[in-house]
């Protein structure tokens, strides 16, 4: 009987080792297999992405979330604010399962209507704390840096301003633009506001008011500056990336400049996704946030066009954009961007 025993511990013992090392086993070689399975596990159906990211990166998200589930995705694009607004108007009763935009801002306002779903804590646990709300009511998917582009025949590297808030002073007149009616300028503005203070943004967009020349939209202004019109722009990094990826006609007279330094003009912009209480789908939608933060989804940002920063699963940026460690951008709260105070402190100032 004790040898009986002995011999069925041992098979017990070994059954349990080769268990044990066939999952070690397909560690590292089959881990994005498992991502993606365990995000797409069960999920069928279709939902409603509410989008005011760039509609070709979203659709390329789309495709492969698509491919990986069989989730049928409609897309209804707008921006920031247009379809914030919508949303919260419609309330519980919204069609929306997802909404993605560029910039936090917007997510915040839905937010502080209460009509997120809580995000799955692995969707949570592939997003860096720094880069998703402290609340996890919605999460990061992608990430764009504040520049100055500037034409380097009008201003030398010296010359340079040493902070985004100097551009308010009166050396500064007439020489510098940007897109203020735009979402993208007005997360900028938000963050500043965050930083230093409604006094100190007060101040820095009466200065603003005196010294910038308006156009409608980044690469518009960026155009400008590249054409001679003024020395330089206030934008997203990825306009000048992108340009130069295709013809470069439209900034091959321009450099980027960063701030560095946890600048207020350092401020690197936070674009989110989120789940829509009303969702009729809420495992997919939730399924679709973690792919897209996910590597297979991340992996979009690091090998495509849109040059817009990954953040989430580990997942390098793409090779040409500055590495994101090195931008020293400030620590901001995305969840504490207030867009309303914002448009009413540059409706003031007489910038909107």
């Given at each position: ?23 070690c086993?397909?560690?590292t ?25 760039h ?8 495709d ?29 009763a ?46 990061g ?16 590297d ?92 439209n ?21 989110g ?17 973690k ?39 400030p ?7 207030n ?6 402190l ?7």
């Amino acid at each position: 009987m004790k040898i009986r025993a002995n011999a069925l511990a041992g098979i017990a013992l070994a059954a349990t080792a080769a268990l044990t090392l066939a999952a070690c086993g397909n560690g590292t070689a089959s881990s994005a297999a498992t991502d993606n399975a365990s995000a797409s596990a069960k999920v069928t159906g279709e939902i409603t992405v509410y989008n005011a990211q760039h509609d070709t990166l979203t659709k390329e998200w789309v495709d492969a979330f698509t491919k990986e589930t069989g989730v049928k995705v409609t897309v209804r694009q707008g921006s920031d604010t247009e379809l914030s607004n919508q949303i919260i108007q419609e309330g519980a009763a919204s069609p929306a399962d997802v909404f993605l935009t560029e910039n936090s801002p917007a997510m915040a306002q839905v937010e502080n209507a209460g009509l997120f779903a809580d995000i799955d804590k692995a969707t949570v646990d592939q997003v860096p704390a720094e880069y998703r709300p402290s609340t996890n009511k919605w999460t990061g998917i992608a990430a764009r840096s504040t520049v100055l582009v500037y034409d380097k025949n009008k201003i030398s590297d010296d010359k340079l301003p040493k902070s985004m808030l100097d551009l308010a002073k009166p050396e500064w007149k007439g020489r510098w633009a940007a897109s203020p009616s735009g979402a993208d300028f007005q997360a900028i503005v938000a963050a500043l506001l965050e930083q230093k203070g409604e006094a100190a943004t007060t101040e820095w967009l009466k200065g603003m008011k005196d010294n910038f020349k308006a156009y409608k939209g980044n690469s518009t202004a960026m155009k400008a500056v590249n054409a001679g019109e003024v020395d330089a722009a206030l934008i997203y990094h990825y306009y000048y990336y992108g340009d130069q990826a295709k013809t470069g006609e439209n900034s091959n007279k321009v450099t980027p400049y960063f701030f560095k330094n946890q600048d207020p003009g350092a401020f690197l912009s936070v674009s989110g996704g989120g789940v829509l209480k009303s969702s009729k789908n809420s495992a997919a939608a939730q399924a679709f946030i973690k792919f897209i933060t996910g590597k297979q989804g991340q992996e979009v940002l690091k090998n495509g066009t849109s040059y817009e920063y990954a953040i989430a699963s580990k997942v390098d940026s793409n090779a040409k954009l500055v590495p994101i460690k090195d931008l020293q951008a400030p620590t901001v709260d995305p969840a504490k961007l207030n867009s309303t105070k914002v448009t009413d402190l540059m409706t003031k100032a007489g910038l909107l």
